[in-house]
């Protein structure tokens, strides 16, 4: 079935350090592929997304480019802040469509030291 | 536009209690997913409903574990008996059919804690 794997955490940086997880996925067909943050003591939300190969995901500085060859979708961000401390997961659709359900990394926390 | 709202968000129970938790989707959404996250397990799928009717219950652990969807606006998840594993935080979340892919918007969660 589909998976997905993230590097293992957590993960410690300095601010202003550069920022990079790794997310590979295994899945039959063409899934879509996202990055979803957890801040403390709240729900999911989407960070980025990409629907096909090549695509570049982008939102608050942070970026992650579908690469069908390496079926990879790794997470970058050039210079972090203490307000991106949170647990990141990467995760696939494996439908072309619609609102399906989605597969989870175990996620990366990640902490930056001011 | 309220986002998806949980209650309670904090329940502590004693093993063997029944325990239901709520949810109330985004209006207009037509998917709702069940998580449950612990530190152990991660972030687990239990059950997903299109248009009010359950879709794949795959990730229900056992059968302590029910959840109903009586109308668009409103969903339970009930455990009985809990146990002292069921112990997680709850997340429910809705999306709606498009086109493309559309995003998974999550409440905030109900941290549940079985003594």
């Known amino acids: 079935g589909d998976s997905v794997t993230q590097m293992e955490g957590p993960v410690t940086l300095s601010e202003e350090a550069f920022l990079t997880i790794n997310c590979t996925y295994t899945?039959?067909?063409?899934?879509?592929l996202f990055w979803y943050v957890q801040y403390p003591g709240e729900g999911l939300q989407l960070l980025l997304k990409?629907?096909?190969?090549?695509d570049k995901g982008s939102n608050k500085g942070f970026e992650a480019t579908y690469r069908k060859e390496t079926t990879s979708f790794h997470l970058e961000k050039g210079s972090v802040q203490v307000s991106d401390s949170a647990v990141y997961f990467c995760?696939?659709?494996?439908?072309?469509?619609?609102?399906?359900?989605?597969?989870f990394g175990q996620g990366t926390r990640l902490t930056i030291n001011p | 536009d309220a986002g998806v709202i949980q209650s309670p968000r904090h329940e502590v129970t004693e093993m063997g209690q029944e325990v239901t938790l709520r949810c109330k989707p985004i209006?207009?959404?037509?998917?709702l997913f069940w998580y449950r996250q612990t530190m152990m397990r991660g972030l687990e799928l239990l059950i997903y409903?299109?248009?009010?009717?359950?879709?794949?219950d795959s990730g229900m652990p056992e059968d302590r574990f029910s959840a109903k969807m009586p109308n668009a606006s409103f969903s339970t998840l009930k455990i009985q008996p809990s146990e002292p594993r069921d112990s997680a935080v709850y997340f429910c979340?809705?999306?709606?059919?498009?086109?493309?892919?559309?995003?998974?918007?999550f409440g905030p969660g109900t941290r549940l804690t079985v003594l």
């Open positions: 979340a809705s999306s709606r059919q498009g086109i493309v892919y559309n995003e998974q918007f």
């Open positions: 209006s207009g959404h037509d998917y």
């Open positions: 990409a629907t096909k190969a090549d």
């Open positions: 409903f299109n248009n009010n009717v359950p879709i794949d």
């Open positions: 995760a696939l659709s494996g439908h072309p469509q619609g609102a399906q359900k989605l597969v």
């Open positions: 899945a039959t067909g063409y899934p879509s």
